[in-house]
Structure formats: structure tokens, C-alpha cells
């Protein structure tokens, strides 16, 4: 059974003691997660260390970097590697979050490199995809993903693509004024999955876990994540609110 996710993006926000409160009350606040389901905080650099340390012998929680960098060292001020991130016992990563593929300008080539270099230190890639509104209204999403996942996922084997979660940004509906329904969630997740089972064969596909990314809150959660090829969520705004984050790990599958 694939593992059923609850992945928080704090992207950049808290400070340094609101995200260590932040955390404590959301960990202390879980009931119980079975084996098939996973709790996971992406927080920001400064703050990898500290909350490593605080889930460390928590069942099925664990601490993700945002982004790391497609090198392994050299002089790129400011940036962080994998190496790094596997000296310190993170094994997540977040890989071409819409937000750095538009900021950052980072490209599908890029992220194989990332990609890549988190498997080769067994750090579990949080590969994220999706398409932008303009995408959307010409019709185009599936093959536009479907690209994305071509490019920067479909050089690896078969062992390695089921060590990667996928998570799909519907672009087109976070801060649009836009909503994106859980039919159309349920829509591109069962087409992804389409695509990997054409490409892997349907018994590694149904081994992947799809994560949907597109404002998932507590109120809409359990609906979300009631569809067949939905394995979660990744949160953003929604994430930082504990009350509001526990109401979506309950409703994992």
C-alpha cells in the first residue's frame, strides 16, 4: 500500500521560536498514524537542525530542506547541497516547488540533477509539478505535466522512481480567485499515474504516492484526499495554523 502524506511547505515564514511552537503543538497534537501514513514538515534551512532533533523518535514524522542545489559543492554562496543536508539526517527534500521554478527559473534539466542527487544519498525527493492558468485554458495541462515528469523523472529505473513522492500544483488555482474541485484533483492525479504506469507498468505506478498541492485546508482535506489516485497533501498556508494542519493529517486515508 502506498504511503498516505501530510507534507507541510512553511516556505518563509515563522520565526525561529513561532516555528519550534509551531511544531511542538502540531507533534504533540497527532492521535496516532498508521503504518501506510507519513507526517512531514518542509521548514526552512535555519531550522533543520533544531526540528530534526525535536521528531526524532516520533513514528512516521519527518523533518524536509525546501530545495537543495543540482551541485554538490563549489562556490555558490548562499546555497545549500545535498551533502550537507545527509550530514545533518535529513532524508526529504522538496524538488521544482512551482514558487522555484518561477522565481528561480529553474528548469526540468536542473531538476534531474536534483532529483538524482537526492536519491544518490537517500534523501526521498518531494518532486513537484503542475501547470500555470494560461497552461490551463488552452487545454494543455496533461501533456505540459506530463513533460515535466518526462524530463526530469523518466531517466531514472524502476527501483529508483518508486523512492520518489509526487506532489501536482495546480497553478492555475492558488491565488487566482480560481478553485480547482477534487474531480479535477482526482483528473490529472489518475492521468499521472497513467503516465507512470505507461512508463513503469501499473504495479510500480500504484507504488507512488501522489500528493495534491493546490490549498488544501481543513475543511476541504477529507474530500481531497477521499479520491482513489490523491495520497495527501502538500500544504502551504494551511500548514502553519496547528489547528488547521492536525484537521488534514486526520483526514489521511
Not at 563549489?74 to 547541497?81: P, W
Not at 518531494?126 to 501533456?143: D, T
Not at 505535466?145 to 523518466?154: M, P
Not at 500528493?211 to 476541504?220: E, R, T
Amino acid at each position: 500500500m502506498r504511503k498516505q502524506i501530510a507534507a507541510a511547505n512553511w516556505k518563509m515564514n515563522k520565526t525561529f521560536q513561532d516555528g519550534k511552537d509551531l511544531l511542538e503543538t502540531i507533534v504533540n497534537g497527532i492521535e496516532k498514524l498508521s503504518s501506510d501514513q507519513q507526517v512531514i514538515f518542509a521548514v526552512p534551512y535555519p531550522y533543520l537542525m533544531v526540528s530534526k532533533k525535536s521528531i526524532d523518535n516520533k513514528h512516521n514524522i519527518f523533518i524536509a530542506a525546501q530545495n537543495c542545489h543540482h551541485k554538490t559543492s563549489g562556490a555558490y554562496t548562499g546555497e545549500v547541497s545535498v551533502d550537507m543536508l545527509d550530514s545533518i539526517g535529513i532524508n526529504h527534500c522538496v524538488v521544482g516547488h512551482s514558487e522555484r521554478r518561477e522565481y528561480f527559473h529553474e528548469s526540468n534539466a536542473e531538476l534531474a540533477e536534483k532529483v538524482n542527487l537526492c536519491l544518490s544519498k537517500s534523501i526521498t525527493p518531494i518532486f513537484c509539478c503542475g501547470e500555470p492558468l494560461n497552461i490551463r485554458e488552452e487545454g494543455i495541462q496533461n501533456s505540459f505535466v506530463e513533460k515535466q515528469l518526462n524530463d526530469s523523472l523518466f531517466h531514472l529505473n524502476a527501483e529508483d522512481i518508486q523512492r520518489v513522492v509526487i506532489a501536482y500544483e495546480p497553478i492555475w488555482a492558488i491565488g487566482t480567485g480560481k478553485t480547482a474541485s477534487s474531480d479535477q484533483a482526482q483528473e490529472m492525479h489518475a492521468h499521472l499515474r497513467a503516465v507512470l504506469a505507461h512508463k513503469y507498468g501499473m504495479q510500480v505506478a500504484e507504488n507512488i504516492s501522489i500528493l495534491y498541492g493546490g490549498s488544501v485546508k481543513g475543511a476541504n482535506a477529507k474530500e481531497i484526499f477521499s479520491q482513489p489516485d490523491v495520497d495527501g497533501g502538500l500544504v502551504g498556508g494551511a500548514s502553519l495554523i496547528s489547528a488547521e494542519f492536525l484537521q488534514i493529517i486526520n483526514a489521511l486515508k
